[in-house]
């Protein structure tokens, strides 16, 4: 027995609103993302934005799930060894920083989740290849998508290219099932067996969110509840889409202006769709 929810035509046009909304609070601040600015600082112009600009509300702020403390801030900013979850400060990014910034906002009752990764000043090769291998998988995962196809399918895909350029895949947090709730069934686990797990249907929604570690996969907490690290300190990448199963395939919901293209082996795929 499933019990993913399949949203109505109406939920789907307010992901829809949602989803771009999301993605264009990342459109706005990217100019942003430079060397000496703080994290806080982002944090705030995102969350002014969010309020002022489109009248959106940030999903993070006070977000309390059980056996958490609520989140203190509007977005999420993860740094080098930051997994996810990092909580926006003092900390000011300097050049050869790897920072993700997650973003979920929430727009009449809906919420839209989406992250991308910032290279900042001059980043290390390294850097630079993590971030290209995560945004990969990413894409690998979701290309997988469409009626008939099983979780297992996605978590394999990010797995193997994961895995095959010598990195690892975090475990222990996965993409989640997102509509009027922010994280719902199903868990999307970044790792896998074809064919096992549900099987997709249209009118599903879920993000696909592979967090990629340079060393090993395993994590450590932090202190203040919420910041996640890579254990043996080595660089972590992230990048989230959220993503519609249609009766073809699938549609990302998370789509803006100034979104990165998907890499070139997704614009050859007939069952992609990606709208803008
Ligand atoms: N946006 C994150 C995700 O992709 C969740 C962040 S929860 C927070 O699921 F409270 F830390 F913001
Ligand atoms: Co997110
Ligand atoms: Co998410």
Redesign the pocket.
């Known amino acids: 027995m499933s019990s993913i929810s399949i949203k109505t035509p109406d939920d789907i046009t307010g992901m829809r609103i949602a989803g771009k909304l999301a993605a264009e609070v990342l459109d706005f601040i990217a100019p942003h993302v430079k060397v000496g600015v703080t994290t806080g600082e982002l944090d705030r112009l995102c969350h002014e934005y969010m309020i002022n600009v489109q009248g959106s509300i940030p999903?993070?702020l006070n977000?309390c799930?059980p056996g958490?403390t609520p989140?203190p801030?509007a977005?999420?900013t993860s740094i080098n060894d930051v997994i996810?979850?990092g909580i926006p400060g003092d900390k000011v990014l300097k050049s050869g920083d790897a920072i993700n910034l997650?973003?979920?906002i929430i727009k009449d009752g809906y919420h839209g989740?989406t992250?991308r990764m910032f290279l900042v000043g001059e980043p290390s090769i390294l850097a630079r290849r993590l971030s290209l291998i995560t945004y990969e998988c990413m894409w690998l995962g979701i290309s997988k998508i469409k009626p008939g196809a099983h979780l297992g399918d996605i978590g394999f895909a990010i797995q193997q290219h994961a895995e095959k350029s010598g990195y690892s895949v975090v475990r222990e947090?996965c993409?989640?099932g997102i509509g009027k709730v922010?994280?719902e069934e199903p868990q999307v686990l970044h790792y896998g067996h074809p064919g096992t797990l549900e099987e997709l249907a249209p009118g599903m929604v879920f993000?696909v969110?592979p967090m990629i570690n340079a060393g090993r996969r395993e994590i450590r907490e932090m202190g203040d509840g919420?910041t996640i690290k890579t254990k043996d300190r080595s660089l972590s990448a992230q990048w989230?889409h959220m993503i519609l199963v249609t009766e073809t395939g699938y549609e990302v919901l998370t789509v803006s202006a100034g979104m990165p293209p998907p890499p070139a082996f997704i614009a050859n795929t007939p069952a992609s769709l990606v709208t803008i």
Do not use: L, V
């Open positions: 999903a993070p977000y799930p958490y989140y801030k977005i999420c996810c979850h997650d973003i979920t989740d992250s947090f993409g989640h922010f994280h993000t969110e919420w989230e």
